[in-house]
C-alpha cells in the first residue's frame, strides 16, 4: 500500500480459473495479503488482485482476476478470459472431482485465450497429504501432455504459492523478450508502461520514496 | 487496463457487443434465464455509457426480485453496489454493500468495496456530507427480500 503504486514497466493480467471451493481466493489473498482466509465464502463473480514482482530487475504489476467457480455464473468468468497474459488452473488434490474437470477447465482457457498465454496447472492443499486423493505424478503427467507447467501448492501454509505467481510471470517475461509474444498484438493481457497514462501523469509527482 | 479498483473497471467494448448480441437473442427466443441476464447485466454495469449503466440496474434489481437461489441474490446485491457506485449514486452503493455485509459481516470482497466506494466519495470530496437521501430508503423493500431469502 505505501509503495509507489505506478512504479512499474509492465502489468501483466492473470486469471484464476477451476472448480467451486478448490481454493482460488486464498491462493490470491495468500500471494497478494501474504496471509490465510479460514472462512472464505464463494467469491462474488469476479474478484481484483495486485502485487507488484520483480522479473530480471523489471518491475511487474500483476494484475489477478479470480473468477468464481460457480456454473452458472461461467458466461461471466468466460469474458474475463480473453487479454490475460497468465491463467492459473487449479484443482484440489483431495477432490478428484476438481482434477477430472481439468479437460473441460483447459479447452475453455485454450479456446479463450491466445496461443501465448502461460497456463500454470495448481494442485491445492498441498498441506492436506492425508487426504490426498490425487498422485502427485499424475497430475505432472497430466501437465507435462498438455504442456503446462505445474506445482503443487498450500494457500494456508503459503507453500509454493509465490512461485507459482512468479514462474508464470518469469514465462510471459520470456515470451517478450524473445518476440514471441508480441506487444502490438491485441489482447496479449501484457501492457507496457509507456502507455499507462496514469503512470506519465505521477512522474516526478509524489514518487520520492527517501 | 490499470485499473486501482473494481469500481474502476471497464468493459471492453468487443465483450459488451457480444454480450448485448447474445442476450437479444434469448430475448427473441422467450424469457432469458438468469444466467444470461447477469451476464448481460454484468457487461452493462462496465459500460462507459451512463445510460448502459442504468439499463443493467434495472436487469439486476429485476433478477434480484425475481430470482429464488439465495447464492444468485448476493451477486446482484454486490453488483448493484459497484453499478450504483460508478455512476456516482453512493448512497445507492453504500446501501447495498451494507444488506450484502449485515448477511456475511466476515467477507472480505464486500468489506474491499465498501472501501473503495469510500474512498470514491472520498475523492469526489462526498465523504461528510449528509448522502443519506432518498436512495437509502427505496432500498428498505429490497432489503427485506434479501432478508427473507436467508432463512
Known amino acids: ?210 | 487496463m490499470d485499473y486501482g479498483t473494481i469500481l474502476e473497471e471497464r468493459t471492453n467494448p468487443a465483450v459488451l457487443m457480444n454480450a448485448r448480441e447474445q442476450y437479444m437473442r434469448q430475448c427473441a427466443r422467450g424469457d432469458p434465464s438468469a444466467a444470461s441476464t447477469f451476464a448481460f447485466a454484468h457487461a452493462m454495469i462496465g459500460s462507459k455509457n451512463k445510460l448502459d449503466v442504468k439499463e443493467g440496474i434495472v436487469c439486476l434489481e429485476k433478477l434480484l426480485r425475481d430470482d429464488e437461489d439465495r447464492t444468485s441474490k448476493r451477486n446482484y446485491v454486490y453488483y448493484l453496489a459497484v453499478a450504483h457506485a460508478r455512476i456516482k449514486q453512493y448512497d445507492l452503493a453504500l446501501g447495498y454493500i451494507d444488506v450484502l455485509l449485515d448477511a456475511e459481516g466476515d467477507n472480505q470482497q464486500a468489506k474491499t468495496l465498501k472501501e473503495s466506494i469510500k474512498s470514491a466519495m472520498t475523492h469526489d470530496g462526498l465523504i461528510g456530507a449528509a448522502i443519506v437521501g432518498g436512495g437509502a430508503l427505496a432500498l428498505a423493500g429490497l432489503v427485506a427480500i434479501f432478508s427473507m431469502s436467508r432463512k
Not at chain 1, 103 to 130: C, H, M, Q, R, Y
Not at chain 1, 177 to 186: E, K, R, T, V, W
Request: hydrophobic share 35%; charged share 25%.
Open chain 1, 1 to 210: 500500500m505505501t509503495a509507489a503504486p505506478y512504479n512499474y514497466s509492465y502489468i501483466f493480467k492473470y486469471i484464476i480459473i477451476g472448480d467451486m471451493g478448490v481454493g482460488k481466493s486464498c491462493l490470491l489473498h495468500q500471494f497478494t495479503e501474504k496471509k490465510f482466509m479460514a472462512d472464505c465464502p464463494h467469491t462474488i463473480g469476479v474478484e481484483f488482485g495486485t502485487r507488484i514482482i520483480e522479473v530480471s530487475g523489471q518491475k511487474i504489476k500483476l494484475q489477478i482476476w479470480d473468477t468464481a467457480g460457480q456454473e452458472r455464473f461461467r458466461a461471466v468468468t468466460r469474458s474475463y478470459y480473453r487479454g490475460a497474459a497468465g491463467a492459473l488452473m487449479v484443482y484440489d488434490i483431495t477432490r478428484r472431482s476438481t482434477y477430472n474437470h481439468l479437460s473441460s477447465w483447459l479447452a475453455d482457457a485454450k479456446s479463450l485465450t491466445n496461443p501465448n498465454t502461460a497456463i500454470f496447472l495448481i494442485g491445492n492443499k498441498a498441506d492436506l497429504e492425508d487426504q490426498r486423493d490425487v498422485p502427485y505424478e499424475e497430475a505432472k503427467a497430466f501437465a507435462e501432455e498438455n504442456g503446462l507447467t505445474f506445482l503443487e501448492c498450500s494457500a494456508k501454509t503459503g507453500s509454493n504459492v509465490e512461485d507459482a505467481f512468479l514462474e508464470t510471470a518469469k514465462q510471459i517475461y520470456q515470451n517478450i523478450q524473445d518476440g514471441s509474444l508480441d506487444l502490438n498484438a491485441a489482447d496479449t493481457g501484457v501492457q507496457p508502461k509507456q502507455n499507462l497514462p496514469r503512470a506519465a501523469e505521477n512522474n516526478g509527482k509524489k514518487d520520492c520514496n527517501c
